[in-house]
T-cell receptor, first 113, second 113 residues
Framework: QKEVEQNSGPLSVPEGAIASLNCTYSDRGSQSFFWYRQYSGKSPELIMSIYSNGDKEDGRFTAQLNKASQYVSLLIRDSQPSDSATYLCAVKGSGAGSYQLTFGKGTKLSVIP | ETGVTQSPTHLIKTRGQQVTLRCSSQSGHNTVSWYQQALGQGPQFIFQYYREEENGRGNFPPRFSGLQFPNYSSELNVNALELDDSALYLC????????????FGPGTRLLVL
């Protein structure tokens, strides 16, 4: 059973702070990793994708990947109240499962003004 | 906006009935994946369609079935509805090959009474 684990939160940070969201996965052969943001009552929206070890930056967002530790993280700098949402970590499987995304349960982030 | 559309947006059915949900993929995409998201959970993979054939299936019973049409749009059919089928049903489109990033539609919220 391929699993993706996230701390469900809620994670509360003050406006302007850095929010750090973490995710671990069980399928060592996974090659593609995604972070989605989901506002309450809405569908997931892609924020970042990462495929190689290291950091990938896009505006205020930085994704970090460590395949040896089977760990993915998302940093949100200068957090804004509009960042308040549930953040879903998704992993694309390997082998027979390479067509599907396996999601964690999500981490709920609250940015306090 | 991802360009992925779904209909209907909301639906109420009673136990034992059948339901059909529809999805139009983003222009240029040839693959459609369906996910079920229960309240407070991450999306769970149902199945994927590529070139009008089922390309992979998650741990869902046969009463969940689907179709993909030549224009790459897709249907999800659920027979003999159960109370636990109440969820947000998400369609995601992608282009087979390369990163295969999946982009989600707005979802259909199904309530089974």
């Amino acid at each position: 059973q391929k699993e993706v684990e996230q701390n469900s939160g809620p994670l509360s940070v003050p406006e302007g702070a850095i929010a750090s969201l973490n995710c671990t996965y069980s399928d060592r052969g996974s090659q593609s990793f995604f972070w989605y943001r989901q506002y309450s009552g809405k569908s997931p929206e892609l924020i970042m994708s990462i495929y190689s070890n290291g950091d990938k930056e896009d505006g205020r967002f930085t994704a970090q990947l460590n395949k040896a530790s089977q760990y993915v993280s998302l940093l949100i700098r200068d957090s804004q109240p509009s960042d308040s949402a549930t953040y879903l970590c998704a992993v694309k499987g390997s082998g027979a499962g390479s067509y599907q995304l396996t999601f964690g349960k999500g981490t709920k982030l609250s940015v306090i003004p | 906006e991802t360009g992925v559309t779904q209909s209907p947006t909301h639906l109420i059915k009673t136990r034992g009935q059948q339901v059909t949900l529809r999805c139009s993929s983003q222009s240029g995409h040839n693959t459609v994946s369906w996910y079920q998201q229960a309240l407070g959970q991450g999306p769970q993979f149902i199945f994927q369609y590529y070139r009008e054939e089922e390309n992979g299936r998650g741990n869902f019973p046969p009463r969940f079935s689907g179709l993909q049409f030549p224009n790459y749009s897709s249907e999800l059919n659920v027979n003999a509805l159960e109370l636990d089928d109440s969820a947000l049903y998400l369609c995601a489109s992608s282009f087979q090959g390369a990163s295969e990033t999946q982009y989600f539609g707005p979802g259909t919220r199904l309530l089974v009474l």
